[in-house]
């Protein structure tokens, strides 16, 4: 245990370490005067463009000390939970009826093709008419960007199923309705979980973008805000702040994951007698 | 018409045709084939790989409609079209458990699936995971079990249902030499215990002779037909791994290999042209 617990220590202290020097550089680089300047012509202008990391630390401080920054990440979330919600529920309903009716699946093709080669992103200004600019426009947004992930890999795994399984369904008496409860839908789960990292950080990515083209509160709206006064450190400040809650939401559906697919063996994971 | 003494299993004249992929025609698998399994009676079909052994099951369960030709199960007619023969299990050759089910959740499917109560299924369940050896290792998920445990793991599924039929289709080829002798003895031993009717697919001719009442040789495909059919008079309870010895085991195997090592001659330089 001892043994395998050193290395991994070293690893952490090396990743603070590289995470360490890059502050120390970029405050290097960008502190008025500390320097002589070697491209930009005034002392203070590498600050007015990349920003202070001390500067940058404040302002997250004092977003989390007064509080400020609750509501807006709160909002942020929400349509980011909505966006995947809404999205995953959509794109495993219609992967399922898609799969399983190849009629209604051939009809649909071109459109299905059609609407995921599309940048869906130009889409947040329409949405943005259709539902305002509250939650539901940034919601709309990631919808339209996680359904298509889920979808696919839901059409996928349905199409996939080992035609053994399903045969050995029907054998033990399996009706349509069982087959679809206890062979499609658990094989159409593993792999919407395969791609549960991507969907829940697109839907991120629409509740961010959809904010950052037009709202009234959120952390896309605080950076937009900031931007608009070229106050180039609270912008860094929101970027680092969606930055570390993108890497906690991603660390917490690796734990469901881990928690729901138990079934799955993992790779490292050798087969028990 | 349904009489008391009609076979169990009665495949009259099957002939199963498919669309080539190459567009060279229909491809005939399986071609005016006759087969009975009487009541309890314990019959082996053998015959060389690709000969369209499986094809012939499929029909028997009821999974494929045949191009022409009928099943009866005592005594009714299977139709495709009114879903899969209800009195019969199969167990598959490749692995069929469903891999987010533990061990005990995938015997009580089939219960499951008929409606019993939770409870009862898993008492039920518990106890054919005592029969097949795997008391203790229903929480188990297939993945964490070796290939032999789900094999096993897949005959109490089957057998839970107590069908009347039972079909297999080379259930324990994917096994090593010594489990799978093991599992034949433990098939034979269940067996024992209530008779049923068994359609037992092999290319094991040494299998097919220890396990059964019945052997029938196929001939290579396309257009596989029965050719040979015989009966093996040796003494019940057998164990596979002693009757291979005896002489009279022995001379059924030379007879029924005289019949067969021709037709997989044949299928061998098929393969080997193609």
């Not at chain 1, 093709?109 to 869906?120: Q, T, V």
């Not at chain 1, 970027?239 to 734990?255: Q, R």
Request: proline letters at 5%.
């Amino acid at each position: 245990m001892l043994r395998r617990k050193r290395p991994e220590m070293r690893l952490r202290i090396l990743q603070v370490l590289v995470l360490g020097l890059l502050i120390v550089f970029w405050y290097l680089m960008t502190a008025p005067g500390l320097i002589p300047p070697f491209y930009f012509d005034k002392p203070n202008r590498a600050a007015f463009f990349f920003g202070e990391p001390q500067k940058v630390f404040w302002v997250i401080v004092d977003w989390f000390a007064t509080g400020e920054i609750f509501g807006h990440l709160g909002v942020t979330l929400l349509e980011t939970a909505l966006g995947f919600v809404i999205g995953a529920a959509f794109g495993l309903g219609i992967g399922l009826w898609l799969a399983l009716s190849p009629t209604a699946s051939a009809v649909m093709d071109p459109y299905i093709k059609g609407f995921n080669s599309m940048p869906r992103v130009v889409l947040a200004p329409i949405f943005a008419v259709w539902f305002g600019l509250g939650i539901w426009s940034k919601v709309a947004l990631g919808v339209t960007l996680v359904f298509f992930v889920v979808f696919f890999n839901v059409y996928q795994g349905v199409r996939e199923v080992s035609p053994n399984l399903i045969a050995n369904a029907r054998m033990l008496g399996a009706s349509r309705r069982q087959l679809l409860r206890s062979i499609y839908l658990p094989s159409a789960m593993s792999w919407v979980f395969a791609s549960l990292h991507n969907a829940v950080g697109l839907a991120f990515v629409g509740a961010v973008v959809g904010e950052y083209l037009g709202s009234a509160s959120g952390v896309g709206y605080l950076i937009l805000q900031a931007e608009g006064t070229f106050d180039i450190n609270t912008v860094f400040a929101g970027i680092l702040v969606l930055t570390a809650f993108a890497l906690a939401l991603d660390a917490a559906v690796g734990a469901v994951e881990r928690r729901l697919m138990t079934w799955q063996p993992r790779a490292s994971e050798t087969e028990k007698v | 018409m349904v009489s008391n003494d009609a076979p169990a299993l009665t495949l009259a004249d099957i002939t199963c045709r498919f669309a080539a992929r190459d567009g060279s025609g229909p491809y005939t698998a399986v071609a005016n084939t006759t087969l009975n399994v009487a009541k309890g009676e314990f019959v082996s079909v053998v015959g060389p790989t690709g000969c369209g052994k499986s094809t012939l099951l499929n029909v028997a369960a009821g999974l494929l409609e045949p191009s022409s030709g009928t099943v009866h199960v005592f005594g009714e007619k299977l139709r495709a079209a009114d879903g899969v023969n209800r009195r019969a299990g199969y167990m598959f050759q490749a692995d069929a458990l469903m891999p987010w089910r533990t061990g005990i959740d995938n015997v009580i499917a089939g219960l499951e699936f008929r409606g019993v109560p939770r409870g009862d299924a898993v008492a039920q369940g518990e106890a054919w995971l005592r029969r097949v050896g795997l008391a203790g290792f229903g929480d188990r998920y297939p993945h964490q079990m070796s290939g032999g445990m789900r094999k096993r793991l897949a005959l109490a599924q089957t057998l839970i249902l107590s069908p009347d039929i039972l079909l297999m289709d080379e259930p324990f080829s994917a096994l090593d030499v010594q489990t799978r002798q093991l599992m034949e003895n433990e098939l034979l031993a269940l067996w024992a215990e209530d008779r049923k009717s068994v359609l037992f697919i092999t290319h094991d001719l040494e299998e097919a002779i220890s396990l059964s009442d019945r052997v029938v040789v196929l001939s290579a495909g396309p257009a596989t037909r029965p050719i040979g059919d015989f009966r093996v008079d040796l003494p019940r309870p057998r164990d596979v791994s002693e009757i291979r010895m005896t002489p009279a085991f022995l001379a059924l195997h030379r007879e029924i290999w005289a019949a067969m090592k021709e037709e997989v001659l044949k299928a061998y330089a098929a393969q080997k042209a193609a």
